[in-house]
């Protein structure tokens, strides 16, 4: 049990954060939105703001009465056991971290210049509170499939299971997402929060992974872990965020680099509305701009996030989703068991009747019938076999008799 527990502890920790201890003013805040610029996001809401457009957050609970977020939550349930019906209430360990990703999604501000503003700030938002305990993997499950049968475009999963695998039911939640078109977004996970390695659900393929950096656009050691299967990167160090009690933090991870790049999922969506879940990370992915380095993909992946490109520029349509397939991975990797199973038994067939007499001592011999029937043709033809040899014998001694005078 205390083994179990710790697992759990360990997936929380990266669902987790440590922030900052003081407060940021309310009349600062936007200011310290540096990614607004610096990723295109600004620039993109002159074409749209992402109306229309529905975030799932899968996380701790979207807080219900949070100012900066004032009409942004239009649904949302529960599968944690613990929470609200509607999930508008954080629970766990850290119950803020639900509302501090929210905001970086679609964080409505509290002024045209005050409060936290999400990256799409006009996008809605689905909050589906779950926990950490032993069946966590099936809550995930549930809350993927809950938030596409409810109407998500795109969902957040600011969370990690710290292992690159993951439980079957997956698959299926996964899968179903995909096969609807809803575009998920995870995080790489936190080296500070011992993740070394990305882990699923940022290691499904199809799934847009996002690895973080820092304010000048390196690789942040401490908040973004490293992976091959890293989409895009985008900022998780000195961000700022608002609580469920409306207190303003800066906070790092990135925990709140995939909400950032959800929102600009959101703003494609809304731009493009016509696009498949597909081409839609297939323009986030395009058009990022490539840090060049050999071998950096493990760490920045297609490169910084553009929103501002990935909604305008002209990108190509493509027939595959470019982070994978889950369908073909499956295929291959849930192979059913090798072992054959037991096959129903072949009849075999019928025998005409037994016309002898059964020999009681299993031994095979010839039935009084079959020596009737066969028997007499048999001698027949061994006489004739006989008087014939005999003959050919005579005649082949009478010849070399002859020669022999």
Known sequence: ????LALVLAAAAVLAFAPAAQATPGDAVRDREYWLDDYGIRDAWAVTRGAGVTIAIIDTGVA???????????????????????????????????TLVASLAAG???????????????????????????????????????????????????????????PESWDDAFLYAAEHDVVVVAAAGNRGSGSVEVGAPA????????????ENGQASWNASAQGITIGVAAPSERLVGVTPAGRYITWAGTSGATPIVAGVVALVRAAHPDLDAANVINRI??????????????????????ASAAVS???????????????EWVRINRRADP???????????????DRGVPDPTGVLLPSLVSLQLVGAPLFAVALMVFVIGGLAVGAVRGNRSSRSR
């Open 108 to 166: 409505r501000g509290t002024g045209a210049t005050s409060g936290v503003i999400g990256a799409a700030p006009e996008a809605s938002l689905l909050t589906i509170s779950v926990g950490f305990d032993g069946d966590s993997d099936g809550q995930i499950a549930d809350a993927v499939t809950w938030a596409v049968d409810n109407g998500a475009d795109v969902i957040n999963m600011s969370l990690s299971r710290n292992t690159l695998d993951w």
């Open 285 to 306: 992915v395009a058009t990022a701009h490539d840090t060049g380095p050999a071998g950096a993909d493990f760490t920045y992946g297609f490169g910084y996030v553009d």
């Open 313 to 327: 520029a002209t990108v190509p349509e493509v027939t595959a989703n470019p982070m994978g397939d889950l369908a």
């Open 203 to 214: 290691t499904i393929p199809g799934v847009l992974t996002v690895g973080g950096v820092d």
């Open 339 to 353: 072992t054959p199973e037991p096959s129903e038994a072949i009849a075999a067939p019928e025998r005409e009747p």
């Open 64 to 98: 219900g009465g949070v100012a900066d977020l004032a009409g942004a939550v239009v649904g949302g349930t529960d599968f944690s056991g613990v929470g609200s019906p509607d999930g508008q209430r954080p629970i766990g360990e850290n119950p803020e971290h639900g």
């Open 1 to 4: 049990m205390r083994r179990a």
